[in-house]
Every structure is written in C-alpha cells, then in structure tokens.
C-alpha cells in the first residue's frame, strides 16, 4: 500500500459520480414511460415498487460491500445499471419495466454507503481522514450537477425516445464501469481467506445491530436526517407536476429543475465553509428552511415556488453532508458501508411514508 495514490483514488470517485449520474433517460423517466403511454397509477407503482426493492436490499448491499470489498460492489452496482438500461430498451409491458427499474434500485443500492465507505478508508489509509469532509461535499456537489444537467437534458430525451435515450445511458454506464474496474481496493479487517464469509456477514450484521441498539443518539441523527431530506425531496418532485399548473411555460420547466438542482449542489459545497457550527445548530437551520420552502409550494406564484424549491435543495444537502461525515467519523471501518446503508434504508421507509401524504396534502 505504499504505492497508494490517493489523490488518483479520489479523483476517480468524484469521476465515476460525474459520469455515473449523468442519466439523461433516467431523469426523466417519468416523462417518457408517459410518453409510452403509462397511465399515472402504473408510474406511481412502479416508483413504489423502486422504494420497495430499495428497502429489500439497502441494508444486504452494506454488508456485501463490508465483506466482499468496496471495489467489486461498485463494480456489481455499474453493472446493475447496466442491466437495468438494456432491460429499460428492449421493455414493452408493466412488468418488463418493473424488473428494470429493481435492477436501477439494485444499483443504487450497491453504490449507496459504499462510495462513501471506499472514500473514508483510503483517506484514512493516509492519515488524511480529516479531508473527508471536502470530499463528502464536492461529491455531493458533482452528483447534483450531474443529475441536474440530465434533467436539463429532459427535452432532448424525449426528442429522441426511450430506447435511442436510454442507449445514450448505457453508453455512459460502461465508462462509468470501466472506471469502477480502475479503483482500488482497501483491506479491511481480517481477510477473507482467513475468516468464513458466513462467520464475516453474521459479525458484521450482529456488530452494527448492537451499535445502533445501544446508540441512541446515532439512531436520532438518522432518522431526523431521513425526515427533513425526505420533505425537501418530495417538495422538488410534486413541484414539477406544480409548477406548470401555476402558470410556468413548460419550455422552462427542465432549466428551472437544473437551477433548483444547483441550490443542492451549493448547500453540499457550502458544508466545508461552516465547520465550526454545531450539528444541532445545522439541524435546526435547515429544519426551519425546508419548511420554509414546504410552505412556497403552495404559494402558487412560480417565481415563490422556485425559491422555495431551491433554499429546500440547499439547506437538505447542506445537513446531508454534515451528517455524512458525523457518521463516518463515529463508526469503524468494518461496520461502515452497512451502518451508512442503514442510513439509507431509514430514508427509504420515510419516503414510502410521507410519498402518499405530501401527494394528498399538495395535489
């Protein structure tokens, strides 16, 4: 490991998240399984049945990435999406599509925790665990940017249809694996060879219950996390359905979700910026902005419901990082990628929850 470059290891992860999220079908997928002519009840299910498949396998993905290595579940979680956009081609029906969009949950799930796992211990490798607060947020940022610029690529999706679209993923997803492939493995903890696998998932499964049992504030941290990112997230999503409604051209509707995109993108960088500030004084910020912005959605004045969307994309990501890296810094390396798939899967079970409510409170 004296070889290590970690500045090259770093780079490739914030390129394979430049390269991985940039999903210009995948941004717009609702709008092109419409075009399909998918009724909004077969849209809804299948956006439920992405939560579900999510809620399954957040947690097994964690404890995959703890035992087998952070390098092949990246590797595993490009070739989920590889699989999910062939699949998403060559569909016709309901439930060919629903495969698909498991296999898109399946690789969300696999990178989910285990980027930031990977990243954690080469730092740490170094001794430079300290600088995980700048890469928590530029990677945040650069996932924001390109998720915002494949929205800003909606019109273009739809121009060419879902299959040359998609085509366009695939090719995307293979360099993003071929990237993947490039990274460099961490060891830690015992080996492989040197313990059973089974013995491996079992301890690394009873460890993390036994952190999260006993850590109550750990616990608190998520689930408060959970709640506010899942708000500020539904209120950007029903917001698209919102602000035609409220007089917005439609031709401007993919460049103001690219603008309200890069409130996130600058709430993640703008972390690093504040490190003095207390987590709960971080909280209680971005409680009272995400509420803020809960509220403008029902102004019904566009130009109200686009700050809105935008100060609530700021304060969700500007907490996100924060409580990254408070996470990071309480747990230990064998545990990490499950304990951070946990926080994730807490997320999902919010989403499922508020999902219905926030679509009954703001339809």
Excluded at 28 to 40: D, E, H, K, P, Y
Excluded at 247 to 265: C, D, E, I, R, S
Aim: aromatic share 12%; net charge positive.
């Amino acid at each position: 490991m004296r070889k290590f470059n970690i500045r090259q290891q770093i780079g490739k992860l914030y390129l394979l998240t430049s390269v991985g999220y940039f999903q210009i079908a995948g941004a717009s997928w609702v709008a092109l399984l419409a075009m399909r002519g998918f009724s909004l009840l077969e849209i809804g299910m299948l956006e439920s049945i992405f939560h579900i498949v999510s809620c399954i396998f957040e947690i097994p993905s964690g404890v995959a990435a703890d035992v087998f290595g952070r390098k092949k579940t990246m590797v595993m979680s490009q070739l989920a999406s590889l699989l999910s956009g062939v699949m998403m081609v060559w569909s016709e029906g309901f439930w060919a599509t629903a495969f698909a969009i498991g296999f898109s949950a399946l690789s969300y799930n696999l990178a989910s925790g285990t980027r930031e796992a990977l990243a954690y211990d080469c730092l740490k490798l170094v001794g430079k665990e300290n600088e995980y607060n700048t890469f928590a947020a530029t990677d945040m940022m650069l996932y924001r940017i390109a998720n915002s610029t494949s929205t800003l690529c909606a019109g273009l999706a739809l121009f060419l249809g879902f299959r040359k679209a998609y085509t366009a993923d695939i090719l995307f997803t293979l360099i993003a694996l071929f990237i993947a492939c490039s990274l460099k493995e961490v060891e830690i903890g015992t080996k492989t060879d040197e313990k059973k696998v089974s013995d491996r998932v079992v301890n690394t499964v009873r460890e993390s219950w036994h952190f999260l049992l006993l850590n109550k504030k750990m616990r608190r941290i998520m689930v408060i996390n959970a709640i506010i990112g899942a708000v500020s997230t539904l209120v950007l999503f029903f917001l698209q359905a919102k602000l035609p409604l409220a007089g917005l051209n439609q031709g401007m509707l993919g460049p103001v979700l690219f603008a309200m995109g890069m409130g996130a993108a600058l709430g993640s960088r703008a972390t690093s910026l504040f490190p003095s500030v207390s987590y709960k004084k971080v909280v209680l910020i971005s409680s009272l902005i995400v509420i803020v912005s809960f509220l403008l959605a029902f102004t019904k004045s566009p130009a109200f419901m686009i700050c809105g969307g935008f100060v609530g994309a700021f304060a969700d990501d500007f907490l996100e990082v924060r409580t990254d890296v408070l996470i990071n810094e309480r747990i230990s390396s064998e545990q990490r990628a499950t304990l951070i798939s946990v926080n994730s899967f807490i997320f999902s079970i919010v989403m499922i929850v508020l999902s219905t409510w926030m679509g009954w409170i703001m339809g």
